[in-house]
């Protein structure tokens, strides 16, 4: 599951898409959310 980095909103879309962007702000750096770690994922 990913989130937005600025908004937290989550992403349902597939991130794996180039050109996906937030639904509620349009930024396109979310985080992925892992039980233990996270990791920022730049959008392509
Ligand atoms: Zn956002």
Request: charged content about 35%; some cysteine.
């Amino acid at each position: 599951m990913y989130r937005c980095a600025r908004c937290k909103e989550p992403i349902k879309t597939d991130i794996g898409i180039v050109g996906v962007q937030c639904d509620r702000c349009g930024f396109k750096i979310f985080i992925k959310e892992r039980p233990n770690m996270k990791k920022v994922v730049k959008a392509r």
